[in-house]
């Protein structure tokens, strides 16, 4: 190796560790993807996310990124295995730099969260003509609630009348918590047979950041166990 070359290898080095250490006991084996050392005992994490770089042993010059390390312990566990168990006595560093593992494993995580998740079903044994049969007091039926905590983006909700009698007025209406109440914030009268069959409550995209029901009425006394499909996309925000 040129001289100048190492030189320059172990300055940068040197500028970017965060911590050099030796290994106090054996690391996992078969899965060769821990180290221990005790005196990481009761330290802050500044370790997960970070490269853990061997500097001895049968896996000298290996790296991996560090997904977890145990302040009770001095435990580090790694994204990829390294080629061999890390033994007792084995020199590391911490680079102080995030991992090539760290980044694709956070660029997945919102990939994920684009993807969302689909929803396809039905309801059935429905009474749209209940009085006061609906949660909020309203006349009509529950047709589905989507309960979170968090925020989360409601696509394209779609509820179905095609089972309603011919000509009936269909209302459907839409409640969100407000303040930790749920409160209505939509309303609509569709007609069977006149409007399509196909309702979109949600048509496009809806942030919310509580519960969201869906309610639906018929001023037809036959609609009292109907069948309602419904269907929505949930992608979450954090």
Same mark, same amino acid.
């Given at each position: 190796m040129n001289r100048h070359y190492a030189l320059a290898r172990q300055a940068? *080095?040197? $500028? *970017?560790? #965060?911590y050099t250490g030796v290994t106090t006991a054996d690391g996992a084996t078969p899965a060769n993807n821990t180290l221990i050392c005790a005196n990481l005992k009761g330290r802050n994490d500044f370790i997960t996310n970070k490269t853990i770089l061997i500097g001895s042993g049968d896996s000298n010059r290996e790296d991996s990124g560090a997904s977890a390390f145990g302040t009770l312990t001095g435990k580090i566990t790694v994204v990829t295995p390294f080629g061999a168990q890390i033994k007792k006595g084995t020199i590391f560093r911490v680079l102080n730099i995030s991992t090539v593992q760290a980044d694709i494993a956070d660029i997945k995580a919102q990939v994920n969260k684009l993807a969302g998740s689909e929803v396809d079903t039905q309801v059935t044994g429905k009474d749209l003509t209940a009085v006061g049969g609906g949660t909020s007091g309203e006349d009509g039926a529950? =047709? *589905?609630t989507i309960s979170t905590t968090t925020r989360k983006k409601v696509h394209m909700l779609t509820v179905s009348m095609k089972n309603c009698q $011919? #000509? $009936?007025? =269909? =209302?459907?209406r839409l409640y969100t918590k407000v303040y930790g109440n749920f409160e209505e914030f939509y309303s609509q009268t569709f007609i069977k047979d006149t409007d399509p069959d196909a309702i979109m409550a949600i048509n496009g995209t809806l942030a919310i950041l509580a519960d969201l029901r869906v309610e639906m009425h018929s001023d037809d006394a036959l609609d009292n166990n109907v069948t309602v499909p419904y269907s929505y996309i949930l992608e979450d925000m954090e």
């Open positions: 940068i *080095l040197r $500028a *970017l560790t #965060a529950d =047709i *589905l $011919a #000509a $009936a007025n =269909i =209302i459907v």
